[in-house]
């Protein structure tokens, strides 16, 4: 059957400041899922948290894009900031920046990934959320499944994926439209390479197989906050979406990147490089400065109704990954505001020091020029 997987992901109110979302915000969500789902064909649901985000996942038939999909799950996090707001949490409706619904939520605050495709007798998948960075996130992880041997062994062990992967990079500082360009590897490694690099502006916006044109990889969410609010209102939080196994890398080639836990930009107020932490489900945000935090839920899925997910970085390897992270943390965090450890001017995510520099650029005096040398 054909079928479609929506993950929609958004802050709507979080106790005690950025941690997680309350029990009773989490349940108003659900509620409203579940009493509509039927209506517009949903065929499974989950639900759960990274930090204080709310991560809806959702299977259906209607293809990419559905209104009445997308409807629903806006109504649900409406309803889920009122209850935020009714319990007094910090950021009720914080990634809902417009008022009314328009037929899709892209382009309204929630991170949005979508694959549609022709399900596999044994279809699997990857649904990872992160809190507290930017979709450019997935850049390094995704780069490292579908286009480096050294770290995904299928690309050298298996002719369908030997074949390689075609990346479509979008410049997510082109707010005008969707400027994408679309890059396979192996062919154009290098040029995909020197777009990934720059997390800020160039972001995967989907993958797809080159072995059987047509089959979508993994689809991400390009959701830039500041781009829709024209203001920082938090970070983008992103979400994506990856098949795995048979035509397409394996979940462990998928899932093993994190452990090289890179550096990306998030933290509090959003303006300092901090490396990416691989956590549990349903963690809350650490109060260690905000640490960007990504979880990983595996799933299998037949005729539409999702398998009991498996949490891919709560096995016991990842507390020693955790360790590191927290070492890495530490060491770049004492640096504070200095080089490297903060963002560039550019991706500051608030405007005080830009305020402050603009007002000490006045007072600047040119006490000899060139020529008078």
Same mark, same amino acid.
């Given at each position: 059957m054909q079928l479609t997987l929506t993950v929609v992901k958004a802050d709507i109110g979080s106790v005690g400041g950025h941690t997680q979302p309350s029990q009773a915000v989490l349940k108003t969500v659900r509620e409203v899922v579940d009493a509509n789902r039927s209506s517009v064909g949903i065929l499974d649901v989950y639900i759960g948290h990274t930090g204080d985000d709310i991560c809806l996942l959702l299977s259906h038939p209607r293809g990419s894009d559905s209104a009445a999909i997308h409807e629903l799950a806006w109504t649900a996090f409406r309803k889920g900031t009122q209850e935020a707001k009714r319990q007094g949490l910090y950021g009720a409706g914080q990634d809902l920046l417009k008022d009314a619904f328009s037929g899709n939520v892209r382009g309204l605050g929630p991170a949005v990934a979508e694959i549609t495709f022709e399900e596999r007798p044994n279809e699997s998948f990857i649904l990872f959320a992160a809190d507290k960075t930017e979709p450019g996130a997935y850049n390094l992880p995704l780069y490292l499944a579908f286009a480096d041997p050294m770290h995904s062994p299928g690309l050298l062990l298996k002719d369908e994926i030997g074949l390689g992967f075609t990346f479509r990079i979008m410049d997510v500082e082109h707010t005008q439209g969707d400027r994408i360009i679309t890059l396979s590897a192996p062919e154009n490694l290098y040029d995909i390479a020197a777009l990934l690099r720059d997390t800020h502006r160039y972001v995967i916006e989907s993958i797809w197989s080159r072995a059987h044109p047509g089959e979508q990889a993994a689809s991400v969410s390009t959701t830039r906050l500041r781009n829709i609010a024209g203001r920082y209102v938090g970070k983008d939080d992103p979400v994506a +979406?990856?098949? #795995?196994?048979?035509?397409?890398? /394996? $979940?462990?080639?998928?899932?093993?990147?994190?452990?090289?836990?890179?550096?990306?930009?998030?933290?509090?107020?959003?303006?300092?490089?901090?490396? +990416?932490?691989? #956590?549990?489900?349903?963690?809350? /945000? $650490?109060?260690?400065?905000?640490v960007p935090i990504v979880s990983g839920l595996a799933f299998s899925?037949?005729?539409?109704?999702?398998?009991?997910?498996?949490?891919?970085?709560?096995?016991?390897?990842?507390?020693?990954?955790?360790?590191?992270?927290?070492?890495?943390?530490?060491?770049?965090?004492?640096?504070?505001?200095?080089?490297?450890?903060?963002?560039?001017?550019?991706?500051?995510?608030y405007t005080g020091i830009v305020e402050r520099l603009q007002r000490l650029d006045a007072q600047f005096v040119i006490e000899r020029s060139e020529e008078a040398a």
């Open positions: +979406l990856v098949r #795995v196994q048979q035509i397409f890398p /394996a $979940t462990e080639e998928v899932g093993a990147p994190y452990t090289l836990i890179p550096f990306v930009s998030g933290d509090t107020r959003g303006s300092h490089n901090m490396p +990416l932490c691989p #956590v549990p489900i349903n963690t809350a /945000a $650490t109060v260690f400065y905000c899925v037949r005729e539409g109704r999702f398998t009991e997910p498996a949490d891919i970085f709560a096995d016991p390897i990842w507390e020693e990954i955790r360790r590191r992270a927290t070492r890495k943390a530490v060491e770049i965090r004492r640096q504070g505001f200095f080089g490297c450890a903060m963002l560039p001017m550019s991706e500051l995510e």
